[in-house]
């Protein structure tokens, strides 16, 4: 099987995705500059590649740590019940933290995840998201740093996947109907 042969269309090219990770790290590290005490929160397992690329362009120090959330299984569709599967290891209270998230749709996941971080006493809190989807938003989101908006289209691709595929190809790319209906 040659995974790009499932690919309809590339969306977003590597160059693109490059470009773009560069200027949102630039925008995040003037942001913070002077902070000393930044987490960066990677929602797994979509957001890891983009974290890596953001976390290395960051020319200001922060730490890094992870949660696991599940609200798709294998399905295209937010079930639009949130699970924690893993949380955090370290504590975030008096902490700025930054939310490193693969994609925004519905918004139930990240507003889920924000009124649950906010109840552990952050010094603040903020949202890095690659991709919005903000014609599929349900619950109202406040994004501070957004890479791409992107039409309502199957997204795979540079972390993000379906039924565990996909993520390591270089680009986001539209998968082909025919492999998920």
Do not use: W
């Not at 969306?11 to 490059?18: A, E, P, T, W």
């Not at 590649?49 to 798709?72: E, G, N």
């Amino acid at each position: 099987m040659i995974l790009e042969d499932h690919v309809d269309h590339v969306l977003i090219d590597q160059d693109r995705l490059r470009a773009r990770v560069a200027e949102l790290a630039a925008e995040v590290s003037c942001d913070y500059t002077g902070v000393e005490d930044l987490l960066l929160v990677c929602v797994l397992k979509g957001a890891f590649m983009f974290l890596s690329d953001l976390s290395r362009q960051l020319t200001v120090p922060h730490a890094i740590d992870f949660m696991a959330i599940s609200s798709y299984g294998t399905s295209t569709e937010s079930s639009g019940i949130v699970r924690i599967l893993m949380d955090l290891e370290t504590s975030i209270l008096d902490r700025h933290i930054l939310i490193v998230e693969d994609i925004i749709d519905s918004g139930r996941t990240l507003g889920y995840i924000t009124r649950n971080l906010s109840t552990r006493g952050p010094a603040s809190l903020r949202i890095c998201t690659l991709l919005d989807k903000k014609e599929r938003r349900v619950i109202p989101i406040s994004v501070d740093y957004v890479g791409f908006e992107i039409p309502d289209e199957f997204v795979i691709g540079y972390g993000l996947d379906f039924a565990e595929l996909y993520r390591n190809l270089p680009f986001i790319g539209v998968l082909k109907p025919e492999f998920y209906e």
